[in-house]
């Protein structure tokens, strides 16, 4: 966008387009056990599910240090092994909506969304 301007908000606007930066972290230790080590979308998620779902967490783990392994283990396979064994009947196209729909996991990031601010910049109405 050549043509974007920053505002003090920190908002990018180009002509009718507004976009805002969200940066996905959470509070969580560094090394909170069952979630990817990088902070990214799917390292909120899988730490409000471990939150809400405990018992299976140590599932998703062992599933994903069974051989054979087939490279890294990255973020996305963490948060795509609670679709595949959990929320399959969902698919991958409603899997992130389905989150929010489970009041213990949906009361998980929003607290992780509110603690780092980010829940004011996901739900903020934007002037166009």
Request: aromatic share 10%.
């Amino acid at each position: 966008m050549p043509d974007a301007v920053v505002g003090t908000d920190g908002v990018f606007r180009s002509k009718n387009l507004s976009i805002r930066r969200v940066i996905w972290t959470a509070s969580d230790p560094a090394e909170t056990p069952h979630v990817p080590t990088k902070q990214t979308l799917e390292w909120l998620i899988c730490a409000a599910l471990c939150e809400a779902y405990p018992d299976r967490a140590a599932s998703v783990t062992r599933w994903l240090t069974d051989p054979p392994q087939h490279g890294a283990v990255l973020p996305k396979n963490h948060a795509l092994s609670w679709l595949a064994k959990w929320y399959a009947e969902h698919g991958p196209d409603d899997f992130f909506k389905e989150l929010w729909r489970e009041e213990r996991v949906a009361a998980g990031l929003r607290a992780r969304l509110d603690a780092t601010g980010a829940w004011t910049q996901v739900t903020s109405t934007l002037d166009p």
